[in-house]
């Protein structure tokens, strides 16, 4: 079992930055592939962005390239999501997941892929 927090949500105006945080603990945290997927309300589950057990491998939503930046420390068992130059539809709950498989096939970028969730963070950007 991998258990994920996640921290560093708010409020924040369009053009705004938030940077945020999915603590683990439980498993080896470098053992797992991690990712960041949203919800807006009335939206479905979306992947925004992966990034292998080392750090070399990163994965990004079309909507957040160039924009966000995905990073981790494997000394400190934590994934960090960056998010620069933000926007109202960037507004959604984010979720922190991790996947025992550093496999980088179709699959992820599908909810079901990873079997470790955290509880969310609340992201809204104002216009």
């Known amino acids: 079992q991998v258990q994920l927090v996640e921290s560093g949500g708010g409020l924040v105006q369009a053009g705004g930055s938030l940077r945020l945080s999915c603590a683990a603990s439980?498993?080896?945290?470098?053992?797992?592939?991690m990712g960041w997927f949203r919800q807006a309300p009335g939206k479905e589950r979306e992947f925004v962005v992966r990034?292998?057990?080392?750090?070399?491998?990163?994965y990004y939503a079309d909507s957040v390239k160039g924009r966000f930046t995905i990073s981790r420390d494997n000394a400190k068992n934590t994934v960090y999501l960056q998010m620069n130059s933000l926007k109202p539809e960037d507004t959604a709950v984010y979720y922190c997941?991790?996947?025992?498989?550093?496999?980088?096939?179709?699959?992820?970028?599908?909810?079901?892929?990873?079997?470790?969730w955290g509880q969310g963070t609340q992201v809204t950007v104002s216009s």
């Open positions: 997941a991790a996947d025992g498989s550093n496999i980088g096939d179709s699959t992820i970028f599908r909810a079901d892929r990873y079997p470790y």
């Open positions: 439980g498993r080896t945290f470098s053992n797992y592939a």
């Open positions: 990034i292998s057990w080392s750090g070399a491998t990163t």
